[in-house]
Every structure is written in structure tokens, then in C-alpha cells.
């Protein structure tokens, strides 16, 4: 698990993890920090709390760049983090807690992207707009091409956009009849 990388991109950080010396890329770094987050109880229990499955975890894109006087900025993406900390050896020790701190933000944002589609307004608004496509005689796969891009930005999986959607044509349909 904490092997040097194959194929490493970018310069490899001499770290200390479970008390053996390694040498890891940025990347396989965020991929242990993944895997520690998610063997974390805290941090499964905090994911819990937000209703998002800790599968999830997997999506989280972890960054190390230049940040001016802070440990770490989060956005939807993400988690980026002060490069300088990888001077650390002990870095994972040392400032595994910046990361407990910052996936609560990074959930946080997922939430907030996903409560886009639990406003009743947005929702009522997709929902008349298939209405009225489909009131016109458009066949479902015109409302389809028309609709549908605009509702699956917003989620991160492509089941759940086609699941939503579903929903929408089956509350038009009834607002039809």
C-alpha cells in the first residue's frame, strides 16, 4: 500500500507511514489519506451524518500546491493543500486532523449542490418544463435531448441524473392528466 509508485508523476516526498520510511508521489499520498479517511470511524460516522456513503470518499480529488498562510482550502472537487507540509516525514501523523477538518467542508458542498433538487421550486420548475414539452406531442427523447443536460450537471452520478429525471417525466405526465 505505501510502495513507491511504478510510474511516479512529480517528485516523490520521504514520508514516515506506520512507522516505515517511504518514498510516495502527491498522488499516492491523496490515495492513502483516502483510505485512512475512510477507515476512520469518526470519519464514516461523519459521513453518515450528511447521509452521503462513505464510497464516496473515492471521488475526493486531494491537491498539494502553494497556499499562502493556511493548512488547506476545500470546493466541490475537492481538498487542496499546503505543498510546503510535505516537507513533513511525518506529515500523515502530523496533519491527518487538517484533513477530518476539511472533508465536513467538502461534504458540506456536496450537499449544498445536492439540495438544488430538494427546493421545491427548481423542482416544480423541471417538472413543468417537461410537462409542457411533452404537452406539445415532443416525443420523450426530444425532451430528453433538451432537458436532461440541464438537470445532470448537478449530480455526481449518472443513476441518480437518470433516476431524477424519470421522476420528472412521471410528475409531468401526472400534472397532464
Avoid: C
Avoid at 17 to 30: C, H, M, P, R, T
Avoid at 62 to 86: D, H, R, S
Avoid at 161 to 166: G, S, V
Wanted: glycine share 2%.
Amino acid at each position: 500500500m505505501y510502495n513507491q509508485s511504478k510510474i511516479a508523476s512529480g517528485p516523490l516526498y520521504q514520508l514516515v507511514i506506520d512507522g516505515k520510511e517511504v518514498k510516495l508521489s502527491a498522488d499516492d499520498i491523496a490515495h492513502v489519506m483516502r483510505k485512512k479517511l475512510a477507515a476512520s470511524t469518526a470519519i464514516q460516522r461523519i459521513f453518515d451524518r450528511f447521509g452521503i456513503s462513505i464510497d464516496r470518499i473515492s471521488e475526493l480529488k486531494i491537491e498539494f500546491m502553494p497556499l499562502e498562510k493556511k493548512y488547506a482550502e476545500t470546493n466541490i472537487q475537492g481538498i487542496q493543500v499546503n505543498e510546503t507540509m510535505l516537507q513533513t516525514p511525518d506529515f500523515i501523523d502530523k496533519y491527518a486532523f487538517v484533513f477530518a477538518h476539511e472533508i465536513v467542508h467538502w461534504l458540506t458542498r456536496i450537499k449544498e449542490e445536492e439540495a438544488y433538487f430538494n427546493d421545491p421550486e427548481e423542482t416544480l420548475g423541471f417538472i413543468a418544463s417537461v410537462a409542457y414539452e411533452l404537452e406539445q406531442t415532443r416525443d420523450l427523447n426530444e425532451v430528453w435531448n433538451k432537458i436532461y443536460n440541464k438537470i445532470n450537471w448537478h449530480f455526481n452520478d449518472e443513476k441518480d441524473a437518470r433516476q431524477f429525471f424519470e421522476n420528472m417525466v412521471d410528475k409531468a405526465k401526472e400534472l397532464l392528466q
